[in-house]
């Protein structure tokens, strides 16, 4: 099968695009999230894990051999829009858009906690344009910088891994009471544990970038989602074994809490410079997956069109990863964002279900995989997002909508 024509340049093979998956799901969520998980679930924690996975197993399908078949930036907007209408791909562009942004300044704060945590919103002001500036140089910077933090990434967590089953048995430092759990509290750490790394179809938003994309997308992102899964259920595990539900739940840095119960506390800067490191790992990626689907979205008229330039040289949406990164500056300033976080979850859900109903119509000849998928990693994603809050839910479907309107009054204007 020939290559598609590209408006970007097409640099990326199976290596690259399998580093691109890896680091935006390997963030700050590991080091995090085992938390909240604990509080829904207590010690069905890895069964909420598993719940994730195969949410994450059936969206990844679903995008992935969407990605075979439309090559193009956008992801789940693009192909919402082929296959669906554009009032879908709209929705899916948006969601993204506004779930990813909050996402992007909650990973650039986190680098300015770890690191400095007295300067922690100038660290995260200055990290959004360093890397800003990566993503404007051209894919391949923005490649060999994922590698980078990657690597530094996974050797801490070994590391702390390691160090942490030498601490089995000892009792944590801290622990909480954990209500009876049943199936809610299991779907709810489903929803949180999807949510930490739900960035492994983040190379079809790249999709003009790859080479031999029909091949390549599909395989770089199970291959990306099932390393990283085996990541997260070897600490998942770890942290349980050594903390249990209730001193996981205790405590905001289990991860730390684990490497001080096991007296390793020379790793505790370690790890907080690794989970610093890993944010700024999500916050690449978010920054890249945000500018092509801006740049996707402006080139069909859904985002203002000076968001569709590509650089003559360097072939990459050079405008729109500047504006990715000047608005994600705008929400680290703003200090609140309490309200716009509360939605990100929401919104990546809506986002995986519209990639999910535009599988559904795929024709046998175009299906890699089972058609049977689409429809469930379809049905998970709306039962994970109604299992989250009710407040969140409205607010989420009123600022989608909301969202759409003005597109639809500003398509009329416009003819």
């Known amino acids: 099968m020939s290559t598609p024509d590209s408006r970007l ?8 695009a399998v580093v691109i998956g890896m680091s935006a799901m390997i963030g700050t969520g590991v080091f995090v999230v085992w938390q909240p998980a ?6 069905w924690m890895l069964l909420g894990l598993a719940l994730a996975a195969l949410v994450a197993f059936c969206n990844a399908t679903s995008t992935a051999q969407l990605a075979a078949v439309h090559p193009r930036a956008g992801g789940a907007y693009h192909y919402g829009r ?15 858009v506004l779930g990813k942004t909050a996402s992007c300044a909650t990973a650039a704060l986190a680098v300015g906690t770890y690191l400095w945590p007295e300067q922690a919103t100038t660290v995260a002001l200055a990290t959004v344009a360093a890397l800003t500036i990566i993503n404007v140089a051209g894919v391949q910077k923005t490649v060999r910088t994922a590698r ?9 967590l070994v590391v702390a891994a390691v160090a942490g089953l030498a601490g089995l048995g000892d009792e944590p430092p801290a622990t909480v009471t954990i209500e009876p759990v049943g199936p809610p509290g299991v779907f709810a750490a489903a929803a949180v544990l999807f949510y930490a790394f739900a960035g492994y179809a983040r190379v079809t938003v790249l999709g003009e970038e790859v080479r031999d994309p029909a091949r390549t997308i599909p395989r770089a992102v199970t291959i990306s989602l099932l390393i990283v899964l085996g990541v997260y259920a070897a600490i998942g595990a770890t942290v349980l074994g050594v903390l249990g539900s209730e001193g ?10 684990m490497v001080e119960t096991a007296d390793a506390a020379w790793l505790v800067p370690v790890v907080t410079v690794g989970a610093g490191i890993a944010a700024m790992g999500t916050l690449l990626s978010l920054l890249a997956g945000i500018g092509r689907t801006s740049f996707a979205m402006a080139s069909d008229g859904d985002l203002p069109r000076v968001f569709a330039a590509v650089h003559p040289e360097r072939r990459v949406p050079h405008v729109a990863e500047l504006g990715a990164g000047i608005v994600t500056a705008g929400a680290v300033l703003s200090g609140d964002l309490a309200q716009t976080l509360s939605i990100s979850a929401f919104a990546v859900l809506v986002y995986y279900a519209v990639a999910n109903l535009a599988a559904l119509t795929l024709p046998p000849a175009q299906r890699l995989w089972p058609r049977w998928l689409s429809g469930l990693g379809l049905l998970l994603c709306i039962a994970l997002a109604i299992s989250l809050p009710t407040r969140l839910v409205a607010l989420g479907s009123l600022l989608l909508g909301a969202l759409l309107l003005l597109r639809v009054v500003v398509h009329r204007i416009h003819r």
């Open 9 to 16: 340049s097409r640099q990326l093979g199976t290596a690259d």
């Open 38 to 43: 604990a509080e829904h679930a207590g010690a």
């Open 82 to 96: 082929e296959r669906l209408g554009e009032h879908w791909g709209a929705l899916a562009g948006y969601a993204f």
């Open 148 to 156: 980078i933090i990657l690597t530094v990434v996974v050797t801490v």
């Open 248 to 257: 996981a739940a205790a405590s905001d840095q289990p991860l730390r809490t």
